[in-house]
């Protein structure tokens, strides 16, 4: 791809990591990704940000369907040119955070764009309702081991992970791309549970629970579960989680999360357990009320003392 060159908007635009266009130039490295995903003759894959193609004619070959989505109108065009004949691709020339998923089982292999990793992950792995089966990603390194931790610090991810297995698979240098990024980057395999470690249904409360006990992710558990278990009750889930008393919360693995929570639901009085937020409404615009004249009001004399005749002059 040519270092600066103009969008059918006329808008130049510099290849840098925030243009997020880093095309995959190693043929190997997607199937190598296929592969991982599993991809069968039965899936729906969808592949984000797909370029010019490297991942999506691939995909195709192995996929029952693939559904590309780009939002750059150039590289999308060529996509559409190259598509001719091949009948198993959709296009969707979009941005992919405005995508509406399929509301049946898909996977998704892709090299994302990193501008929007978190955004990506957040619309497919907020709602475990999202039927999401596998997804290989290829990501910002950076980004990778945060999501892959074994320490988990914040209460989105390790909500991810009551449901999807996230595994950093390997690191990939920066010639596999044209242009090459000025980070490395490696790639991620996100596969669901076979037995999600909370149920689906009570993830908010879940969040509402992780949220509460990461304030401080440092602090000794025992003290982190005060505000919600009584001291008998963190007695009893120390023991049960083989669980130190002053070991950091943010130590507790995805399998003691899960079994913490399970306690919670059981133990602990349902006035203790830390409040679901209320989702936010959208809010809906007034209707504004036309404006009206102001009535007019007829004037009022004021009223004329009618004279007693009996009065005095
Ligand atoms: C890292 S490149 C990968 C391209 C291609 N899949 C490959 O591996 O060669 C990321 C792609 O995502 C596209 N992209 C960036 N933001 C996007 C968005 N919000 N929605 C859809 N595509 C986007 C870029 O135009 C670019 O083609």
Same mark, same amino acid.
């Given at each position: 791809m040519p270092k600066n060159r103009r969008t059918s908007r006329g808008k130049s @635009?510099? !290849? !840098?990591?925030?243009s997020a266009q880093h095309l995959l130039i190693n043929k190997q490295l997607s199937k190598d990704m296929i592969d991982m995903a599993k991809i069968t003759p039965n899936d729906t894959v969808i592949d984000i940000g797909a370029g010019k193609g490297a991942i999506t004619f691939p995909l195709a070959k192995r996929a029952a369907r693939v559904i590309a989505v780009e939002n750059d109108p150039v590289f999308a065009e060529k996509l559409l040119d190259k598509m001719q004949g091949v009948a198993n691709i959709r296009m969707n020339r979009q941005d992919f955070l405005q995508f509406n998923l399929p509301k049946s089982p898909f996977s998704v292999v892709a090299n994302i764009p990193f501008s929007i990793t978190t955004p990506i992950l957040g619309k #497919? #792995? &907020? &709602? +475990?309702?999202? +039927?999401?089966q596998r997804a290989v990603l290829i990501m910002e390194k950076g980004a990778a081991k945060r999501f892959t931790s074994v320490r988990i610090t914040n209460p *989105?991810?390790? $909500? /991810? *992970? =009551? /449901?999807? &297995? #996230? @595994? #950093?698979? *390997?690191t990939v240098s920066p010639d596999h791309f044209s242009p090459p990024p000025k980070v490395e980057s490696a790639i991620v395999t996100i596969f669901r549970k076979q037995s999600p470690l909370v149920p689906l249904h009570a993830h908010a409360r879940f969040m509402a629970l992780a949220t509460y006990i990461l304030q401080q992710p440092q602090a000794p558990v025992f003290a982190a579960l005060q505000g919600i278990f009584t001291p008998s009750q963190i007695k009893h889930v120390v023991k049960a989680l083989r669980l130190e008393r002053n070991q950091a919360v943010s130590s507790l693995n995805e399998q003691q999360w899960g079994e913490l929570f399970h306690s919670m639901l059981r133990y602990v009085d349902p006035s203790r357990w830390p409040k679901v937020p209320k989702k936010k =409404?959208? $809010?809906? +615009? *007034?209707a504004k009320a036309p404006k009206m004249p102001k009535p007019k009001m007829p004037k009022i004399s004021k009223p004329r003392m009618l004279k007693n005749p009996k009065q005095k002059k």
């Open positions: @635009r510099i !290849s !840098s990591n925030f #497919l #792995l &907020d &709602d +475990p309702a999202v +039927p999401l *989105r991810i390790l $909500k /991810w *992970r =009551m /449901w999807f &297995d #996230l @595994r #950093l698979v *390997r =409404m959208p $809010k809906i +615009p *007034r």
